[in-house]
């Protein structure tokens, strides 16, 4: 996608102006990105607005800052960012698909998430091209690296071996895929500093169309987008706030006065539920550290293979500590690629990293191994999908933004039946793992129950928008938003739960299928000039 097409609607002059699109998106993070690039090659003409700059800022920066009705959302500030590429400039970059261990047992084809799961096996391999992916087909399975014998051991235990992937840090911030759209296609223009504020409707007999939105800049500058279709990519806080302002001015169904909050709130709950014996460190390093395949690297996770249907989706995972000066130092530099500035790295840091440095990239580039130096703590951590809480809500506040929306007021808080749940999970995993006798690490178990110990959230806010079938849900299988004929949400807010897996993979598994369908259903409008 050619930069000439990139506009900063804050400087932009005339200061008022109107642009006609097949198709506006609104959010230029990960689902905002790719739906733009796999529209354009259906030959559609594209608009997309960010609200944040060219740089990625937080939303305290931008002025989105909830407020909190009960404890803090971290998923609402520390895992949110505005600007090309959104919350994609500091993620983890973990891609893992949601599977069949997503399903339980009174699943058939009318359940969500078995349309989900379906989804997700027909276009992985679509999705994983696009993204530059050409090692392992299967990137759920378990890792070439573990024996045979490790993973019978597991595999028998009851638990089942998974891979997951991570992307290297050059690709983690999607708006490297803005300038990989070869020029055979139509560009999309892409204006930050943009705010979708203002929107505009039809009224039929039986649904209602968005006809037009206005996005503002800081500086009082305006720009009107006409097009044929809509799509809420703002990220699952976001979408679910624009959504809860077209409810207010009467757009869509199930809209009352008094009524408009987005239910259902939800992440996963994440804790260390145990620790690597210490006389154990160094093996399991060596056991379950992550590899490389080029600059791609596969990590360990670990299921329940018996979960009952009561039973939250749930994985686990080894993490590692590693304190080192060499590791800061690399990720302190890596951090800043992925954000596409320069690193802000003292002489003195340089200098005590460098040893360990060197370590790191001869583990890398000779071994395709994460170096993980001697010594270092080894933790089992799970990752439990919050239970299903119609109290846990997205709200719009009396407080003003500098764009004069109402600000958001979010009501979410980790259960005492969701600390109950992960206790029971831990305890079975930890019961199954096999242990010395298999070869395999001492586990020595934590206790969740201290305020220590509670469970945090992982920036997977999920639900916001919800899928589905029932009368509260927000979006149908195709994404598009109840009673509104021409608009739809791509965010992580349209999964029902959490599941077993980080959803961002998913979540780009469902845009795909909705930019063919977006493309098949299109009325043909065409770009015109600014």
Same mark, same amino acid.
């Given at each position: 996608m050619n930069r000439r097409s990139w506009r900063d609607l804050a400087s932009a002059e005339p200061k008022c102006q109107k642009i006609t699109a097949d198709v506006c998106i609104v959010g230029a993070g990960a689902a905002g990105i790719y739906l733009a690039g796999e529209l354009c090659r259906r030959g559609r003409r594209v608009?997309?607005?960010?609200?944040?700059?060219?740089? @990625?800022?937080?939303?305290?920066?931008?002025?989105?800052?909830?407020?909190f009705e009960a404890m803090p959302y971290h998923g609402a500030t520390l895992g949110r960012y505005f600007g090309l590429g959104g919350s994609t400039i500091r993620?983890?970059?973990?891609? *893992?698909? +949601?599977?069949?261990?997503?399903?339980?047992?009174?699943?058939?084809?009318?359940?969500?998430?078995? +349309?989900?799961?379906?989804?997700?096996?027909?276009?992985?391999?679509?999705?994983?091209?696009?993204?530059?992916?050409?090692?392992?087909?299967?990137?759920?399975?378990? !890792?070439?690296?573990?024996?045979?014998?490790? *993973?019978?051991a597991l595999t028998g235990a009851g638990l089942h071996v998974q891979a997951n992937l991570q992307m290297p840090f050059f690709k983690k911030n999607f708006v490297h895929l803005l300038g990989e759209l070869p020029g055979k296609y139509p560009q999309p223009v892409v204006v930050y500093n943009a705010v979708a504020k203002n929107w505009s409707a039809e009224r039929g007999l039986s649904d209602t169309g968005i006809s037009s939105v206005t996005a503002v800049s800081r500086t009082g500058n305006e720009l009107a987008v006409v097009a044929g279709q809509f799509v809420i990519a703002a990220g699952a806080i976001e979408s679910a706030r624009i959504l809860l302002e077209l409810q207010e001015l009467g757009i869509g169904k199930n809209l009352k006065p008094g009524l408009v909050r987005s239910h259902y709130l939800a992440d996963h709950l994440s804790c260390r539920i145990a620790d690597v014996d210490v006389k154990d460190l160094d093996r399991t390093a060596a056991l379950f550290a992550p590899r490389f395949s080029g600059a791609w690297m596969r990590g360990v996770r670990l299921l329940e293979r018996d979960a009952s249907k009561e039973t939250p989706r749930a994985?686990?995972?080894?993490?590692?500590?590693?304190?080192?000066?060499?590791?800061?130092?690399?990720?302190?530099?890596?951090?800043?690629?992925?954000?596409?500035?320069?690193?802000?790295?003292?002489?003195?840091?340089?200098?005590?990293?460098?040893?360990?440095?060197?370590?790191?990239?001869?583990?890398?580039? *000779?071994?395709?191994?994460? +170096? *993980?130096?001697?010594?270092? !703590?080894?933790?089992?951590?799970?990752?439990?999908?919050?239970?299903?809480?119609?109290?846990?809500c997205i709200r719009l506040s009396d407080a003003r933004d500098a764009f004069g929306r109402r600000k958001t007021s979010i009501h979410w808080r980790v259960a005492e039946n969701d600390l109950a749940d992960m206790r029971k999970i831990a305890r079975r995993i930890i019961e199954k793992w096999p242990g010395a006798q298999s070869g395999l690490p001492r586990l020595l178990p934590r206790e969740i129950d201290s305020e220590?110990?509670?469970?945090?959230?992982?920036? +997977?806010?999920?639900?916001?928008?919800?899928?589905?079938?029932?009368?509260?849900?927000?979006?149908?299988?195709?994404?598009?938003?109840?009673?509104?004929?021409?608009?739809?949400?791509?965010?992580?807010?349209?999964?029902?739960?959490? @599941?077993?897996?980080?959803?961002?993979?998913?979540?780009?598994?469902?845009?795909?299928?909705?930019?063919?369908?977006?493309?098949?259903?299109?009325? @043909?409008i065409t770009v015109r000039n600014v």
């Open positions: 608009v997309v607005l960010e609200a944040g700059p060219r740089k @990625g800022i937080n939303s305290a920066e931008i002025g989105f800052d909830p407020s993620w983890g970059g973990v891609l *893992v698909p +949601h599977s069949e261990y997503d399903l339980r047992s009174e699943a058939t084809g009318n359940d969500v998430w078995f +349309h989900i799961v379906q989804t997700v096996r027909a276009q992985t391999s679509a999705v994983l091209s696009r993204l530059g992916y050409e090692y392992h087909p299967d990137i759920t399975a378990a !890792p070439e690296y573990l024996s045979d014998d490790v *993973v019978a994985f686990a995972h080894f993490i590692f500590s590693n304190a080192s000066a060499g590791f800061d130092l690399a990720r302190q530099v890596l951090l800043a690629v992925q954000a596409r500035r320069m690193p802000a790295i003292s002489i003195a840091t340089a200098v005590t990293g460098a040893s360990d440095l060197a370590r790191l990239a001869y583990s890398r580039l *000779v071994r395709a191994q994460l +170096h *993980v130096p001697s010594g270092t !703590p080894v933790h089992l951590q799970l990752d439990m999908e919050q239970g299903v809480a119609r109290g846990n220590k110990m509670k469970p945090h959230d992982a920036y +997977h806010p999920v639900a916001t928008c919800r899928m589905g079938d029932d009368p509260e849900v927000i979006v149908d299988r195709d994404m598009r938003v109840s009673g509104v004929r021409n608009l739809w949400v791509s965010s992580t807010g349209v999964l029902p739960s959490a @599941g077993t897996a980080n959803p961002t993979f998913t979540m780009l598994c469902l845009t795909h299928r909705l930019a063919a369908h977006l493309a098949a259903t299109g009325n @043909g």
